[in-house]
């Protein structure tokens, strides 16, 4: 076994790096069940999102557009019509048993059949007048970074990241109101980290957003943010150049 | 998953946790955010499990995750980490070397100074003992700027921490 002394630079930076990270290590903070039991709640809260969402454009298609389209002029119908009927009185069952989950009034306004409402209205001629009321803020305890009902908004504009992989993400508990989306993204040669992160109304920014990042005003007073990076330094950020177009169409939306 | 996928996570997840926890408390220097990332990791690995098909892999799979994680952590608003001209060392200054174990902290407390990329490639290199092509690999960039980074990693953590890098010893 080679002494201090025979080390080279690297085996003494290595044994430096080693004994850093070893040496104070508290127990750890999770455990085998844990992390099972996290995997499982975000795919139920997928899957719960994708059901509202189907149901939500069941009940646009199917209903909130036989009573719009013969009205275009009906300011808010869609959204007025099809709200209640999206929206259920109190929570789904997984959503009761992890106050983490999408919280159902924002799954219904943002889920993807909410959210194509206004491209089946665009359809019928002049309907702009329907969008649908903004997000807003969220509403869970600890503000969701992958938030279905964002995601399902940021899909509509970007449909190139359907089906992307979430971005891993910590479990810091942010604050309530913020909403955010990090997704796995490629875009031809590029591959990268797409960021959308909503601000509530007030929320404060410390310090400035990432490179290349593009802010915008929301319809409810807060702010949307959207980033981009590449795989690597230097490296081209997926969709750099369509951030501020997205920014723009989310703008009204949230 | 089915119950032999199942089987196989957590039997990779008994035998890694402990080293994925010190590769983000080094990426990271907090204990706290470090069991975070390394869980925020794992989650997304099990999330992942059936579809990472070369399980020879998945060790690169988790370091580009877990690094990733802790890099767009530090660009956030709310948590931008900016270098700073010196350490932020515990009152008392720094210590001297013959302190084994506090020297480890001036070093934990000196990466804190090395910008999150450069951080990113020393704990790859030094602590996973990666090589340039491996490390590359895992931070999905080329050798040459893993070389450059480490470089510049080096410079940085012995401009921040001056001699007393020269006289860390790991312990006996």
Known sequence: MKGVGDMTDDEKLGALFRAAASDTAPPPGFDHESVVRASRRITVRRRAAVTVGGLALFAVVGVGGAVVLPDGREEGGASTVAAPMLAPEGP????RRDERQAP???????????AQAPYAARGSGEADAAAPAPLGPGTTECADRQDPALRAIVEEYLPEVVGAPEAAITMECRPPGERGVNLEVTDGAARGVLTVQYLPPGADRVGGAAEGAV????????????????DGPGAAA??????????????PRL | MDDASEREFAEYFRARRDAVRRTAYLLCGDWHRADDHAQAAFVALHRHWRRIRDRGALDAWVRRTLVRAVVDESRRPWRRERATAEPPVESGGVPSASEAVTTRHVLV?????????????????????LDVAATAEALGCSEGTVKSQTAHGLATLRAVLGDALEDLRPAG
């Open chain 1, 92 to 95: 789904p069952a997984d959503a």
């Open chain 1, 215 to 230: 802010s915008r005003p929301t319809a409810s007073g807060g702010t949307v943010v959207v980033s981009s990076r590449g």
């Open chain 1, 238 to 251: 997926p969709f750099a150049d369509r951030l501020d177009a997205l920014a723009a169409q989310l703008s």
């Open chain 1, 104 to 114: 159902p009034p924002a799954a219904a306004e943002g889920a993807p059949g909410a």
């Open chain 2, 109 to 129: 407390d000196g990466l804190r100074a090395v910008p999150p990329r450069q951080r990113a490639v020393l704990v790859l290199r030094y602590l996973d003992g």
